[in-house]
């Protein structure tokens, strides 16, 4: 790779990555003049205030380009204005800062037949009113529009499993920690392990799924049997110190005896 690629490579990731985070979503000349207009154009604004894009200060000219600070020139294609994308084009505008999962997407059954009806982001997330991500976005009213919803199940049955062992796994470690264990090494895993499961989904592929989802299963199984053996050094612990105590207890009890068997030898 020449030079110059690489530092266009190493900027172009700056950028992409410090822009949502510092821009703060403050109201920008889009949303003043947007927030006022009737219909399709102002509905934007609202909805993309109840967004998880607005929470994290992605704000419309993040999504859309264009100079968010000049009323006149705002919406200028020299000033980076993209407008609203069509269909196919959908992708590509949010793959700008999702790239994994945009690369998963594109490489699925439904990036390969995108011109052809297969559904993209917005289909699934909607546009402006993003919210969080979860599993209740594979159901049977969303995903039998184009298709049966066979598939779909399957491949929600795998994630659900997964996604239980994962909450079970995030609890477990918690619990530890607040015990005063180090379990760095295990929540590595747990992090790392997550981040796969989460970009399983895109590919919409059954058999993959259920690899993929066995392999995440089969590593968060090895940190269960850690979390197992920590616990039962707990049990061990918790066994000795009742143990310790007894003794305690009987060696106050037996020093009483003597003490009274002692002074009753003393009297008599
Ligand atoms: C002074 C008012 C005003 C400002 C400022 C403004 N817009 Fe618009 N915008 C409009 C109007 C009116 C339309 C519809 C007519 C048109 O497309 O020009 C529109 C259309 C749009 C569309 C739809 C275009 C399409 O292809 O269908 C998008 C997206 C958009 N604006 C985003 C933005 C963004 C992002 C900003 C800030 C960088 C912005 N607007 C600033 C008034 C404004
Ligand atoms: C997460 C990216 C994203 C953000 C942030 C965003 N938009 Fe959009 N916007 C889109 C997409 C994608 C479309 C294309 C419509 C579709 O496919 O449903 C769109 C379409 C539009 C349109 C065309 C009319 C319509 O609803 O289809 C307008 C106007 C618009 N956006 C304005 C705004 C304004 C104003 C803001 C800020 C309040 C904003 N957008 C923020 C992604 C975004
Ligand atoms: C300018 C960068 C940017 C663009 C473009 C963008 N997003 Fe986002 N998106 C973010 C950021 C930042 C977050 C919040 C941090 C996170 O969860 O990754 C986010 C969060 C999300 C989430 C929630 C993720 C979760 O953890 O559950 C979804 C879903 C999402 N975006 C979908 C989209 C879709 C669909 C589009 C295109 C219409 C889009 N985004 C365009 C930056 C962007
Ligand atoms: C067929 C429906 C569907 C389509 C199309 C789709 N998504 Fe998703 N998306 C989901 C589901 C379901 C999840 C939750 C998966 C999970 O939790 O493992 C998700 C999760 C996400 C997340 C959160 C990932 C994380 O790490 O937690 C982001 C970001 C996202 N999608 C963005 C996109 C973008 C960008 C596109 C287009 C390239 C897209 N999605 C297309 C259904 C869809
Ligand atoms: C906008 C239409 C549309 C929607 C909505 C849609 N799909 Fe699809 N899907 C397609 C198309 C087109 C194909 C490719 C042709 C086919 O295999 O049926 C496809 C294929 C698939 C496949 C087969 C992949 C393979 O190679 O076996 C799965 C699995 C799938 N979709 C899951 C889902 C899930 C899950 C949802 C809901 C979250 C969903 N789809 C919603 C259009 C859609």
């Given at each position: 790779?020449?030079?110059?690629?690489?530092?266009?490579?190493?900027?172009?990731?700056?950028?992409?990555?410090?822009?949502?985070?510092?821009?703060?979503?403050?109201?920008?000349?889009?949303?003043?003049?947007?927030?006022?207009q009737p219909g399709s154009l102002g509905v934007p604004?609202?909805?993309?205030?109840?967004?998880?894009?607005?929470?994290?200060?992605?704000?419309?000219?993040?999504?859309?380009?264009?100079?968010?600070?000049?009323?006149?020139?705002?919406?200028?294609?020299?000033?980076?204005?993209?407008?609203?994308?069509?269909?196919?084009?959908?992708?590509?505008?949010?793959?700008?800062?999702?790239?994994?999962?945009?690369?998963?997407?594109?490489?699925?059954?439904?990036?390969?037949?995108?011109?052809?009806?297969?559904?993209?982001?917005?289909?699934?997330?909607?546009?402006?009113?993003?919210?969080?991500?979860?599993?209740?976005?594979?159901?049977?009213?969303?995903?039998?529009?184009?298709?049966?919803?066979?598939?779909?199940?399957?491949?929600?049955?795998?994630?659900?499993?997964?996604?239980?062992?994962?909450?079970?796994?995030?609890?477990?470690?918690?619990?530890?920690?607040?015990?005063?264990?180090?379990?760095?090494?295990?929540?590595?895993?747990?992090?790392?392990?997550?981040?796969?499961?989460?970009?399983?989904?895109?590919?919409?592929?059954?058999?993959?799924?259920?690899?993929?989802?066995?392999?995440?299963?089969?590593?968060?199984?090895?940190?269960?049997?850690?979390?197992?053996?920590?616990?039962?050094?707990?049990?061990?612990?918790?066994?000795?110190?009742?143990?310790?105590?007894?003794?305690?207890?009987?060696?106050?009890?037996?020093?009483?005896?003597?003490?009274?068997?002692?002074?009753?030898?003393?009297?008599?």
């Amino acid at each position: 790779m020449s030079r110059v690629v690489i530092w266009s490579f190493l900027i172009a990731c700056f950028f992409g990555l410090s822009a949502p985070s510092v821009v703060i979503a403050a109201d920008t000349v889009c949303i003043e003049c947007h927030g006022g207009q009737p219909g399709s154009l102002g509905v934007p604004v609202a909805d993309w205030r109840t967004s998880i894009h607005s929470e994290n200060g992605v704000s419309c000219h993040d999504c859309h380009g264009g100079d968010p600070t000049d009323f006149a020139m705002a919406m200028s294609p020299e000033k980076g204005f993209l407008g609203a994308p069509e269909y196919t084009d959908v992708p590509a505008f949010c793959g700008r800062c999702h790239v994994g999962v945009s690369d998963a997407y594109q490489a699925g059954a439904h990036g390969q037949a995108i011109e052809s009806g297969g559904a993209q982001c917005v289909v699934c997330h909607g546009n402006h009113a993003i919210q969080k991500a979860n599993l209740d976005l594979i159901n049977e009213e969303a995903c039998s529009q184009c298709h049966t919803y066979e598939r779909a199940a399957l491949i929600r049955l795998s994630l659900v499993e997964t996604d239980t062992m994962v909450a079970k796994v995030e609890h477990d470690l918690d619990r530890l920690y607040r015990l005063g264990f180090a379990v760095d090494d295990m929540q590595g895993t747990l992090f790392s392990q997550r981040n796969l499961f989460h970009q399983i989904f895109h590919g919409v592929d059954v058999e993959r799924v259920r690899a993929e989802t066995a392999d995440i299963q089969a590593e968060l199984s090895k940190v269960g049997t850690k979390v197992a053996a920590i616990d039962s050094t707990v049990g061990q612990r918790k066994l000795w110190g009742s143990v310790v105590i007894a003794l305690f207890v009987l060696a106050g009890v037996i020093f009483l005896l003597v003490r009274k068997a002692y002074e009753e030898e003393e009297k008599g």
